[in-house]
């Protein structure tokens, strides 16, 4: 075999994925939120039912530019309220499959994007869905026509 062969053999067995971006649905607009604060309610990522997520995107079209976190399950959650202190059961916290933060982003005039490159995480989603939520680790206050959206890059 060539080199060229070996390289194409191994793009064979990862194949890609790419989740469409997801609006972040049950945002409580123009109201502030808290560091540690859920922002929205928990939403369902469609995924393969086992592989790595490699980069996340944070469409930012308020323009906050906020560090973020991604709380994903492999089982559905209790979730905790829109604007809400952040809170997790024991029981629900043990089909927690990762949590990923944006911290960079990449700023245009009006917009944003926030990025997470080069992860590595493998997960396992049973039901070939991860159910999410996030959480701001700052104080963003979001307008009624630019609800952020997010997408997964992988392999699987």
Sequence with gaps: ?????DIRALLDREVAFATEYIQIP???TGSAYAAGEAVGTKFKIP???NGIIDTILLLDLDDE?????FWMFRE??????????????D?????????IGITNFANATSNQVGINN???LPFIA???LLWCQCVTRGTPNIAALNIPRVALRGRR
């Design 118 to 120: 080069g992860l590595g």
């Design 26 to 28: 049950g945002i409580g």
């Design 1 to 5: 075999m060539s080199l060229n062969d």
């Design 76 to 89: 559905d959650f209790t979730a905790t309220a829109d604007n809400a202190a952040f809170d997790v059961s």
């Design 47 to 49: 995924v393969p039912k």
């Design 91 to 99: 029981e629900d916290l043990l089909n927690l499959e990762c949590v």
């Design 126 to 128: 049973p039901n070939e």
């Design 65 to 69: 530019g906020i560090e973020t976190e």
